[in-house]
């Protein structure tokens, strides 16, 4: 993968004080934080806070390498020694997010510790235009920080919604509130190299739940902008990004901020084209079919397969067309070309025989 390189356009205590040179960093993705965070302690002597991409150069898929420009905030007096003159970023612009601000990270930050005891320095792990997630240190583990848009959902009002069915299936919720959540340690890792042991571990009690939650959609979760024919199966909770990404080995799904109200087949779509190059397609089928079979005896879901996946990025193009319109100007960088490859891969579904 591409290195990424860094430029930090540093703001501190007493105003702007200049840019740094390209810096190396160790993590390609233009979201990561925390070797960003490193790099720059090591060059400024002060802790620094990550606000936001303002311009990338080179790199891949709207995401990774290259060299990439960011404001960031220091917390304490940087080294302006180690810094250039450089133009001043502009404080505020529309749609900007507040942890994308001056002092934004640390509001987050001065929340968490108002309901957790931390125990050492909050560490930035992750900041773009749909979330900021920081990792606490508290006493006996880890606590996890996390706000999104106002547009997404509210994660905590859903991890309870899930909860009362199956509190295994997600995080154990310390403390809300609008567009923010502080989230306890969930044990194992992230199934990124996804394995039968997670499909089938997770899978069924994800229909489980869907099963328990089908019935009258909530006010609070919107609705899929994409019906389907219902193949016997019930409108319900969707995760909306059901992949093997926001799974842990454990048996806890993660992020429920991209929730909708609709066809369960628009989850195992995504999940299907996450295990599309893998030898686990087939499986991921019969363990989903068989789940809902348990469930509802009448229904036919391998007839809403084929359904589900087209369905399920058209609803991806729909996600994404809004992530884009809502993100600020500088921040559409991150998934400008997420709509219309996501309706290229439809077409390409339709046309293979």
């Known amino acids: 993968m591409m290195q990424r390189s860094i430029i930090a356009l540093v703001s501190g205590p007493n105003g702007f004080a200049g840019r740094t040179d390209p810096i190396p960093v160790t993590s390609s993705w233009w979201s990561e934080a925390e070797s960003v965070n490193r790099a720059l302690e090591e060059r400024l002597g002060v802790p620094t806070s990550v ?10 898929d709207g995401s990774w390498g290259g060299v990439v420009t960011y404001h960031v905030e220091a917390h304490g ?7 250039h003159p450089a133009e001043e970023p502009e404080a505020d612009a529309p749609r900007r997010l507040p942890w994308a601000k001056p002092g934004g990270p640390a ?13 050492g320095p909050a560490v930035q792990k992750k900041t773009w235009n749909l979330s900021s997630f920081h990792q606490l240190p508290v006493a006996g583990g880890t606590a996890w920080l996390k706000a999104v848009p106002p547009f ?7 991890i309870e919604m899930v909860a009362a069915h199956d509190p295994s299936l ?8 609008p567009h923010r959540v502080l989230l306890g340690n969930v044990p194992g890792d992230d199934c990124w190299t996804v394995k039968r042991e997670h499909i089938d571990l997770i899978v069924p009690r994800w229909v489980a739940v869907q099963h328990a939650l089908a019935g009258e959609r909530p006010p609070s979760i919107r609705p899929s902008a994409v019906p389907m024919p219902s193949f016997g199966l019930p409108e319900t909770l969707v995760q909306g990004d059901f992949a093997p990404d926001n799974w842990m080995t454990s048996g806890v799904i993660m992020n429920w901020s991209e929730v909708v109200w609709g066809h369960p087949a628009l989850d195992v779509g995504r999940l299907l084209d996450y295990c599309s190059y893998t030898p686990l397609y087939d499986h991921v089928a019969k363990v989903w079919s068989d ?6 005896p009448d229904s036919r879901p391998l007839e809403a397969l084929d359904a589900g996946r087209h369905a399920g990025r058209l609803q991806f193009a729909v996600k994404y ?33």
């Open 291 to 296: 789940a809902w079979l348990r469930h509802r």
């Open 51 to 60: 606000l936001r991409l303002i311009s990338a150069e080179g790199g891949g």
């Open 107 to 119: 509001e987050l930050i001065a929340w968490a510790d108002e309901h957790v005891g931390r125990t």
């Open 170 to 177: 997600v995080p154990e919720v310390i403390a809300s509130a």
């Open 77 to 83: 007096e940087p080294n302006r020694h180690r810094l």
């Open 152 to 158: 997404l959902a509210d994660e905590a009002t859903v």
């Open 321 to 353: 067309q809004e992530v884009v319109d809502e993100a600020e100007d500088s921040q559409r960088i991150y998934h400008r070309d997420y709509p219309t490859s996501s309706l290229t891969s439809i077409m390409r579904l339709v046309n293979t025989p």
